[in-house]
Each structure stands twice: as structure tokens, then as C-alpha cells.
């Protein structure tokens, strides 16, 4: 592979991190849903996550890189009531929008940072406030 072709550590890095975070964020609010029903936003979110876990295995396929497995299966926490399940998924998407700021300095590459400032936007504009709306309604 040429240097145009081949990712870098660090970019081979950020995108392992940033997997594992979508992987983390999929398995909990699966486990949320497996332990409440189908709750909102949960069971939208979920589907969210899914799109993100399938746009950054693009990425490593196309750079031919393997991706790492999901270490999240079976290992998701569990919640005592929807309510911290909330205050924790709001916790988990600021976390989650930190990561991307750090991920987007990983790279110049444009389809990497394109897809890194969705799923950063995602997380901020859609799966925050929605998550702080459940966990004002659930209080």
C-alpha cells in the first residue's frame, strides 16, 4: 500500500477508539432495551448506533485495516430504573462528543473526518438532548 492507501497508527487508533465507543453505546442501549421494553429513546438510538458501528467498519474495510472485535458483548452495564439509564446515556453522550474532538485531530483524511464529524454531530445535537428530555421526563 501506498502512504495515500495505508492509515497511520494514530489513525488506525482513532478509528479503534471511535468503534469502540459506538460498540459500547450499541451494547447498553440494547441491554436497556432488554431490561425495560421498548423505551424512547432507546430503541431509536439503538438504530442510530447501528449506522455508526456500519459507517466506521466501512472505513476499515476500505483502508483495509481488520477491525477490532466487540469487546462490549454481554458486557453492557445495567440500570436499576429508565430514569439512570438517562442521566447515564446523557453522561455517555457528552463523553462521546469529547471523544470525537479528540478522534478529529487524529486525521486529515476527508472521508475519515467526515464521518468522525457525524457521528460527533449525532451525538451532540440528537442523541444529547434527547437523552436529557428522558431524563427530565423520567425524574
Not at 466487540?70 to 471523544?99: L, M, Q, T, Y
Request: net charge neutral; with cysteine.
Amino acid at each position: 500500500m501506498n502512504s495515500q492507501t495505508s492509515l497511520s497508527p494514530p489513525e488506525q487508533q482513532a478509528l479503534a477508539d471511535a468503534l469502540d465507543d459506538e460498540y459500547k453505546s450499541h451494547e447498553t442501549y440494547q441491554q436497556v432495551i432488554r431490561d425495560f421494553g421498548p423505551v424512547r429513546p432507546f430503541i431509536n438510538i439503538v438504530e442510530a448506533e447501528a449506522r455508526h458501528i456500519a459507517a466506521l467498519s466501512g472505513l476499515f474495510a476500505k483502508y483495509a485495516v481488520p477491525s477490532p472485535v466487540n469487546r462490549w458483548a454481554a458486557k453492557a452495564p445495567r440500570f436499576a430504573s429508565v430514569h439512570e439509564a438517562c442521566v447515564a446515556g446523557v453522561r455517555g453522550e457528552i463523553d462521546n462528543v469529547a471523544i470525537y474532538d479528540r478522534l478529529l485531530l487524529a486525521t486529515q483524511r476527508p472521508d475519515i473526518l467526515e464521518v468522525f464529524q457525524a457521528l460527533r454531530s449525532a451525538s451532540q445535537d440528537r442523541h444529547l438532548p434527547a437523552f436529557q428530555r428522558c431524563a427530565q421526563r423520567a425524574a
